[in-house]
Every structure is written in C-alpha cells, then in structure tokens.
C-alpha cells in the first residue's frame, strides 16, 4: 500500500490531524505530472489500488480527472475522505466504481449528503484519540444510509513536532476494552471492525483476537511503513513522521525500496515499542507485534527526537491574516514577494450593498485587479454589528454573493458576524470555511460550544484579547483554530464599542469614536487596550493559532502597511502609537516593558483597585 | 556541576529492565541493564560521578572504591562510544 496524499487542503480541522504540519504551511496541491508519477510509481511497485487522501482530497479542483485516470490505468480508487465534499466530486463518486472511507466525528449533520448518496460504497473510519469515545452512533448511520456493514477504527498517533492531541499509550486497554464491547454489539448487528496500523494485541481483553477473525492479523504488525506521497511529490514513511525524514519520488524507484529506506533510517527506534515493557515482551519477540506505532514510541524519548535526520526546516506556517487596501497590483506583488510565505488570506468587505462589515465603507477601486491578479488567498467579512434585515430574509442575498466571489474570485473562506447566518452559510456552503468574527463578543468556553460544527476558526472579543486566563480557557474549549486581532486596541469591555461600531457600519459620513471623552479624563486607558505589540507576540504563542492584522482604515498608506506587518511578522519592536491601532489605543510614542506587558495579561483588569497602568503611563509618557 | 553530559545526538527511554540509548544521527540503538542504567540516569539528572558512586554504594551494595572503579571506567566507555562529552 502506498497513499496519495492530493492536497493539503482542508475544511475541517481535526484536533488529532497529524498532517498539522503540512497543512499550516499553506495549501499545496499535487500537479498532474506528480500524480502520473506516482501512479507509474504504484504500478511499478506492484500495488493495484490508488488510495487519495489529503487534506479533503475532493477539493483538489483536478480531483475527478485524477481519479478517473487511476481507473484507466486499472488501479482500484479508494478515496480517503471527511464527507464534505464539493458537488462535482460527489457526482463523480455516484457515478463511478470507487470506494469512499469516510472519517466521521459523532453528530455531525454535514456528513448526511454525502452519506445518503454514496450510501454502500462507503466505509466509516472513526479515529479515536481519547479513551471517552463512544463508536455507538456509527451503528446508527450504517442503518440509517445503508453503508458497507464495515467500520475502520484508526488511532490517533503524534506527530514528531507535538502539534496534535493524540491518544496516549496509557490508554490504550481502556480503549481496547471498549473497543471489544462495541465490536460484539457490531457483530450482532452485522457490522465488522478493522483496525488500522498502531493497534497492539496487549490493549485487548483476552480472547479477543481469537474471537475477532481475519482482522486480528493487522493488529500488532501493520506499520511496513505505509509511504504517504505528498502533494509536491516527496514521499514520507507516514504523516506522524513527516517531519523527520522524506525522500524524493525517483523515477526509477519503488515502494520496496523505499519502505526499506526507511526502515532502515528508523531501525533504532523499533526497539522502543510504546510501552516501557515491550522490551521484554514475548510476543513481540515471536513477531506477531511490532511494539506499535514508531511516533508513539518516540514520545518516550528524551529529549526530543528532532536530530534523527536531516530535514530541510519546514516553510513558516501562513499565520497572518491582512486587510485589503486599495493600492495597485505593484504593492501587492511586492507584498507577497516580501511576507508571501506569512500570509494566511487577504480580507476584505462582502462587495455590493447587500450587507455592510465593520469599518466604514474605505475606497475599493482596485479590488477587482487584486481579486484577478494576485495570487494571495482571499477571505470575505460579513460581520456588521448587526444585520439590517432578519437573518432569514437576508442570508440568501448574501449565499449567491458568496457563491459568485468563491466561483469567480477564488474566495476561500469568509468571517461572519451572526451564529444563525454563519450556520446558513455553513449548510448551503460546506467546503467555505467560517471565522466567528471579533463582533460575535466570545469571551467564554460555553460560547465556544456553541460554535461547533458551524465555525473553523475563532476570533475572541476584544475585552479579553489581554487576558491570559480567559484565553486558555477558550483555546481548549474551541476545537478550530484561534485567531487573535494584534492592533484593533479598543478599551476592553468598551461601552460605547455597540454603537461605534453601528455608526461605522451604517455609512454615516462621520462615524463618532465615542469613548473620547472618557479617554481624555482618563487617558491611562490607552494603555489598557486589545494590542500587543511585535516584541511580545511571544507571551501570546500559546493561545493562538493564526494574527489578524486590523488596519483597513489605519494602515492604508502603503511603506506604513509594509512595515507593521513586516515588524509583526519578524516580531520587530515598534511603539503602540506605530501599529495602526484605532483611536483608543496610546497616539503619542511610549515605551512598553516587557514585564508590564506580561502583567497586564494576567490582571483581570481590576482597575478599580489597581494603579499600575495609571502609574505606568504617567511614568513613562515623558 | 555535572561532569558529563549526554551527547547532544543521543535520545534514551527508560525500559522495564533497564534503559535503551539511540544516537539520533545514526539511529543506532544501544541498551543499558542495571546497574550501569541506574548510572545513566544519574548523569542525566547532573549528579557528578563522585555522588553517584556513593548511591551506586547504596544501591548495589558496593565498597565505595569499587564502586568508584565502576563509575569511572563505565563513563570512560561511553564517553569513547561518544554517549557521553565532558
């Protein structure tokens, strides 16, 4: 076996995905040239079956052409996929002979579609990285759909640079135990299970493998390693070891030779086994285990294994969110000749009047160009205060916008201001991935919850962007990514920001920043803002997944734009007044310690019986 | 201060019968029984070999100039299998 991994795109973000570090990255797809070598690289190597995976391997925008040449060639196809699929892959799936693995998470509706039509041609992988799992629901759509009487159980496994949740081998006879239980339920409803690689004969409940058949022959042994060839065309022994080593795709090369390279490279590593008692274990030694997974075993190394080889270091990840600015096509070709690699999406306004977002309206004659030219992602904001008609009235107004600027303009994600519109957008637009938007004021981890399964990423409210505490709580409880605003800086908890905000939204020909007044008897304030500057994004690292950059009517001056987003990716200092901040934030030059900054994150703003910032500002302000 | 140190390329898990050395280089594995794994870990904590010597007394019931023979030509070893600098 050998997998073809399309794309490294996505439009889900599991916590356990172990292709983490591929992903952030940014997005590669596989061309056709690699694909055709790799499908000569499949043939030559004996193997009959072409199993895509990705990413979502469905959003390659080839992913139906691909396919079909699988099939010329003979190969079976087995697609490798989360369900949410776009429309053209989906029919190409009805109407032709490949058989669909479809991962699943319990509860989620998006899948249905896919499900209902696919119906036997789809197997279920459910992958498990927490002992508190409960497979019962997979009965369930089996009935309700018809699926293959089949269910694939996959362990979550770490990847080497510890950037996912991963079942912990300290679980793993929970698991199994459990395990054991659902398949006698299964059997009796006529559903088998299979284990995917990982899975040691020592989780289980005596009796078991005996009772379990032909599939007890994967347990223990299945890791040869599998190869996963990559979008560009490198190939790696697996995900979880993606980082560590990779090969290239030689023409003349093939699966064999490659598995032993590998093997080879990571021979000494095979004699750990997960458990501290595998060393002693007779039946590793008679060979019907291997000691398990290879990345789960490095974990019980010290220090960190990252000297095993020498891997070229992996590309930034593209963590930085922008606004769109109306400058010509030279500035952003030289903005993505310089930060291109940084840069997540470019954002700006949902065009038309069908709905406003959270600035006023700024100029916008040259969007078009930037739309057709650039090669920068693009994301869309729909996130007024509040919307000017009832969510069901306007959400399909703003659906066809959407579907012209994804089909058109190549829009790849949108930030939305309002639950119900988001869950609207999510229903009729799966593949689209959602921002919750800064404006839904989500501050706690129960607000979180309430966003499962309708958005991927989180922006927080404003009031606890300087609240170390309020931000853990939120980074465990939301399964997607956290994205937080570096330099918006208004006052934490601002009473006038509901009306400021209309204002600015409404078109008023001069929106009003109303604490103005208050910032004036008590100008410390400034201090107390959502900002932090460039130096310190490090005390931030922890809670955020992704920086948004504010600056649509702040940093439309271009070498000014260049330059904050230049310093916050390269974490130069600049002063608060430097940042492009909103007019709460400090507008004369001062100097901000460290050690203030990092307290601040930790005060609860207990102003009222605290003078530290008050102190701080007169201090320093000279 | 400790007198050695692990190799900067050498990773070590604890097994159940003593602890395995991987040169993350080569990928090369070596395994450690007791009690010259109980000396491996006392190195990785930063005792020097004078204060491991005496625990080796304690633990394997040595005389201390034994166990200070021990000590010293284990870490020799594995300062010339390049385990070990200092």
Same mark, same amino acid.
């Given at each position: 076996?050998?997998?073809?991994?399309?794309?490294?795109?996505?439009?889900? &973000?599991?916590?356990?995905?172990?292709?983490?570090?591929?992903?952030?990255?940014?997005?590669?797809?596989?061309?056709?040239?690699?694909?055709?070598?790799?499908?000569?690289?499949?043939?030559?190597?004996?193997?009959?079956?072409?199993?895509?995976?990705?990413?979502?391997?469905?959003?390659?925008?080839?992913?139906?052409?691909?396919?079909?040449?699988?099939?010329?060639?003979?190969?079976?196809?087995?697609?490798?996929?989360? $369900?949410?699929?776009?429309?053209?892959?989906?029919?190409?799936?009805?109407?032709?002979?490949?058989?669909?693995?479809?991962?699943?998470?319990?509860?989620?509706?998006?899948?249905?579609?896919?499900?209902?039509?696919?119906?036997?041609?789809?197997?279920?992988?459910?992958?498990?990285?927490?002992?508190?799992?409960?497979?019962?629901?997979?009965?369930?759509?089996?009935?309700?759909?018809?699926?293959?009487?089949?269910?694939?159980?996959?362990?979550?496994?770490?990847?080497?640079?510890?950037?996912?949740?991963?079942?912990?081998?300290? !679980?793993?006879?929970?698991?199994?135990?459990?395990?054991?239980?659902?398949?006698?339920? /299964?059997?009796?409803?006529?559903?088998?299970?299979?284990?995917?690689?990982?899975?040691?004969?020592?989780?289980?409940?005596?009796?078991?493998?005996?009772?379990?058949?032909?599939?007890?022959?994967?347990?223990?042994?299945?890791?040869?390693?599998?190869?996963?060839?990559?979008? &560009?065309?490198?190939?790696?022994?697996?995900?979880?070891?993606?980082?560590?080593?990779?090969?290239?795709?030689?023409?003349?090369?093939?699966?064999?030779?490659?598995?032993?390279?590998?093997?080879?490279?990571?021979?000494?590593?095979?004699?750990?086994?997960?458990?501290?008692?595998? /060393?002693?274990?007779?039946?590793?030694?008679?060979?019907?285990?291997?000691? $398990?997974?290879? *990345?789960?075993?490095?974990? =019980?190394?010290?220090? *960190?294994?990252? *000297?095993?080889?020498?891997?070229?270091?992996?590309?930034?990840?593209?963590?930085?969110?922008? #606004?769109?600015?109306?400058? #010509?096509?030279?500035?952003?070709?030289?903005?993505?000749? +310089?930060?291109?690699?940084?840069?997540?999406?470019?954002?700006?306004?949902?065009?038309?009047?069908?709905?406003?977002?959270?600035?006023?309206?700024?100029?916008?004659?040259?969007?078009?160009?930037?739309?057709?030219?650039?090669?920068?992602?693009?994301?869309?904001?729909?996130?007024?205060?509040?919307?000017?008609?009832?969510?069901?009235?306007?959400?399909?107004?703003?659906?066809?916008?959407?579907?012209?600027?994804?089909?058109?303009?190549?829009?790849?994600? *949108?930030?939305?201001?309002?639950?119900?519109?988001?869950?609207?957008?999510?229903?009729?637009?799966?593949?689209?991935?959602?921002?919750?938007?800064?404006?839904?004021?989500?501050?706690?981890?129960?607000?979180?919850?309430?966003?499962?399964?309708?958005?991927?990423?989180?922006?927080? /409210?404003?009031?606890?962007?300087?609240?170390? #505490?309020?931000?853990?709580?939120? =980074?465990?409880?939301?399964? $997607?990514?956290?994205?937080?605003?570096?330099?918006? @800086?208004?006052?934490?908890?601002?009473?006038? =920001?509901?009306?400021?905000?209309?204002?600015?939204? /409404?078109?008023?020909?001069?929106?009003?920043?109303?604490?103005? +007044?208050?910032?004036?008897?008590?100008?410390?304030?400034?201090?107390?803002?959502?900002?932090?500057?460039?130096?310190?994004?490090?005390?931030?690292?922890?809670?955020?997944?992704?920086?948004?950059?504010?600056?649509?009517?702040?940093?439309?001056?271009?070498?000014?734009?260049?330059?904050?987003?230049? @310093?916050?990716? !390269?974490?130069?200092?600049?002063?608060?007044?430097?940042?492009?901040?909103?007019?709460?934030? #400090?507008?004369?030059?001062?100097?901000?310690?460290?050690?203030?900054?990092?307290?601040?994150?930790?005060?609860?703003?207990?102003? !009222?019986?605290?003078?530290?910032?008050?102190?701080?500002?007169? +201090?320093? =302000?000279? | 201060?400790?007198?050695?140190?692990?190799?900067?390329?050498?990773?070590?898990?604890?097994?159940?019968?003593?602890?395995?050395?991987?040169?993350?280089?080569?990928?090369?594995?070596?395994?450690?029984?007791?009690?010259?794994?109980?000396?491996?870990?006392?190195?990785?904590?930063?005792?020097?070999?004078?204060?491991?010597?005496?625990?080796?007394?304690?633990?394997?019931?040595?005389?201390?100039?034994?166990?200070?023979?021990?000590?010293?030509?284990?870490?020799?070893?594995?300062?010339?299998?390049?385990?070990?600098?200092?």
């Amino acid at each position: 076996m050998a997998n073809i991994s399309l794309t490294t795109a996505c439009n889900r &973000d599991c916590v356990y995905c172990f292709a983490g570090a591929q992903r952030r990255s940014g997005v590669s797809q596989m061309s056709i040239e690699t694909f055709e070598k790799a499908l000569d690289f499949l043939e030559r190597s004996g193997i009959d079956e072409a199993r895509l995976l990705g990413g979502e391997p469905t959003l390659h925008p080839e992913f139906p052409r691909f396919a079909e040449m699988a099939l010329e060639r003979g190969l079976r196809v087995r697609v490798f996929s989360n $369900g949410l699929m776009p429309e053209p892959a989906l029919r190409w799936l009805e109407s032709h002979d490949a058989a669909v693995l479809m991962n699943t998470t319990a509860g989620d509706r998006r899948q249905a579609r896919t499900l209902g039509r696919l119906g036997n041609r789809v197997t279920l992988g459910f992958n498990i990285y927490t002992p508190a799992f409960d497979p019962a629901f997979l009965l369930d759509l089996i009935r309700e759909h018809g699926l293959a009487p089949n269910i694939r159980f996959g362990l979550a496994h770490p990847a080497a640079d510890g950037s996912n949740r991963f079942l912990h081998p300290v !679980h793993y006879q929970i698991v199994g135990t459990r395990l054991a239980r659902f398949h006698e339920e /299964a059997r009796a409803a006529g559903v088998e299970s299979t284990f995917d690689c990982g899975f040691v004969p020592c989780m289980f409940p005596p009796g078991f493998l005996d009772a379990l058949g032909p599939a007890a022959a994967d347990i223990g042994t299945r890791c040869s390693p599998i190869l996963d060839i990559l979008p &560009d065309g490198q190939v790696v022994s697996c995900y979880p070891l993606a980082t560590l080593a990779r090969e290239p795709l030689l023409e003349d090369e093939t699966a064999a030779a490659l598995r032993s390279r590998f093997s080879g490279r990571f021979s000494g590593y095979r004699r750990l086994g997960v458990f501290r008692e595998c /060393a002693a274990c007779e039946v590793r030694e008679s060979g019907r285990c291997n000691g $398990g997974c290879l *990345a789960a075993s490095m974990q =019980r190394l010290r220090p *960190a294994v990252a *000297a095993v080889s020498k891997v070229e270091p992996a590309a930034p990840a593209r963590r930085w969110v922008v #606004p769109y600015v109306d400058q #010509p096509p030279a500035f952003w070709e030289r903005l993505e000749h +310089e930060f291109g690699r940084h840069i997540r999406e470019v954002y700006f306004p949902l065009p038309g009047d069908v709905v406003g977002s959270g600035r006023p309206p700024q100029p916008a004659a040259q969007l078009e160009s930037f739309l057709k030219r650039s090669r920068l992602a693009r994301a869309v904001l729909v996130n007024p205060i509040t919307l000017p008609r009832p969510v069901e009235e306007i959400a399909p107004a703003i659906i066809e916008a959407l579907k012209r600027l994804i089909g058109e303009r190549g829009v790849s994600s *949108a930030t939305v201001s309002n639950l119900l519109l988001a869950a609207r957008i999510r229903e009729a637009l799966p593949a689209l991935p959602l921002a919750a938007s800064i404006l839904m004021d989500i501050t706690r981890p129960n607000q979180a919850l309430m966003l499962e399964g309708i958005c991927d990423t989180l922006v927080p /409210a404003s009031s606890i962007m300087r609240d170390l #505490p309020a931000l853990q709580a939120l =980074r465990a409880a939301f399964k $997607g990514r956290i994205r937080l605003i570096v330099n918006e @800086a208004c006052l934490p908890g601002c009473p006038y =920001r509901v009306q400021h905000f209309h204002e600015m939204c /409404a078109g008023f020909a001069r929106p009003e920043s109303l604490c103005g +007044e208050l910032l004036e008897r008590e100008p410390w304030m400034r201090l107390t803002g959502a900002w932090v500057l460039p130096q310190h994004l490090h005390l931030l690292d922890g809670v955020s997944d992704e920086w948004k950059l504010a600056g649509r009517a702040t940093l439309q001056d271009a070498p000014t734009y260049r330059k904050v987003l230049g @310093a916050y990716i !390269h974490r130069r200092p600049l002063a608060p007044h430097e940042i492009g901040g909103g007019p709460a934030s #400090p507008l004369a030059p001062l100097e901000i310690d460290e050690a203030f900054y990092a307290r601040t994150l930790r005060c609860g703003r207990r102003c !009222h019986e605290c003078n530290l910032c008050r102190e701080y500002y007169n +201090e320093t =302000r000279v | 201060m400790s007198e050695y140190r692990a190799a900067e390329q050498i990773r070590w898990a604890v097994e159940a019968a003593g602890v395995v050395l991987i040169n993350g280089a080569t990928g090369a594995a070596t395994s450690l029984s007791y009690p010259e794994a109980a000396i491996w870990d006392l190195i990785t904590r930063g005792d020097s070999s004078e204060k491991i010597a005496a625990k080796l007394c304690a633990i394997a019931g040595l005389e201390p100039v034994a166990a200070r023979k021990f000590v010293l030509d284990t870490v020799e070893a594995w300062r010339k299998a390049g385990f070990l600098r200092g």
